[in-house]
């Protein structure tokens, strides 16, 4: 029996698209790049910030330091706006009141930075109650290696078998299949459903409304 749910948080609990996107284009223009759209960057975020500007700058490969000035703009300015579009998906508050009705001990488990990891979740997720919110942690490697979910059930006291975890991207998929976890995948976040088929989803769920079918039935 299931005794916990962990969630990713960027593309499954909260929808952070443009907020990150507006940041991230800041700190490109200020170091004279151009920006891109904001449906772009579904495909580049997931893996933490570091990466997040390695993916941009895949076709025009930069120096370690450009990236790094690049991290610290989009950090010092997402900090001073990473609330003005950001808001909750549809159906995740009676999700998050499911779960916790239900008993199901809660976590988050992000490559966000954790300093911006818990900022996000005492913003907007203060209401519920998670006994563990862990974003990008130093020597704790970033999902996919499955510490840090394994860090988080061993928080919950729970074993990892015994956790559902959901997540939107295939990064997700395989922290919960590496962690021995019941990978759930959230088709109305960031990226698709053959992605998240071909990494191993065991459910796939259209809405949040569908978790909370597939968890009253499993």
Known sequence: MQKAIVFDLDGTLLDTLEDIAISANHALV???????????????????VIKLFENIFAFNPQTAEVVMQAVHLFEEHY????????????????????????GLK?????????????????????????????GAREGVPRKPHPQ???DV????????????????????????????MIAIGALWGFRDEEELRMHGAHHLCSSPTDVIKLLSTI
Not at 30 to 48: C, D, N, P, Q, W
Not at 110 to 134: G, I, M
Request: proline share 2%; hydrophobic share 35%.
């Open 106 to 134: 809660m976590a988050i488990l992000s490559n966000k930075p954790d300093s911006f990891t818990k900022k996000c979740a005492l913003k907007y997720l203060r209401q519920w109650h998670f006994e563990a919110v862990y």
């Open 153 to 180: 059930a061993e928080a919950l006291h729970v074993k990892p078998q015994e956790c559902y975890y959901l997540g939107d991207t295939m990064i997700d998929m395989q922290t919960a299949l590496g962690a021995k």
């Open 148 to 150: 840090g979910a394994l």
């Open 30 to 48: 200020t170091l004279g790049f151009e920006a891109h759209e904001i449906s772009k960057y579904r495909y580049f975020v997931g893996e933490g």
């Open 79 to 102: 900090a001073k706006q990473f609330q003005q579009t950001t808001k909750l998906y549809d159906g995740v508050s009676k999700l998050l009141t499911f779960c916790q009705t239900r």
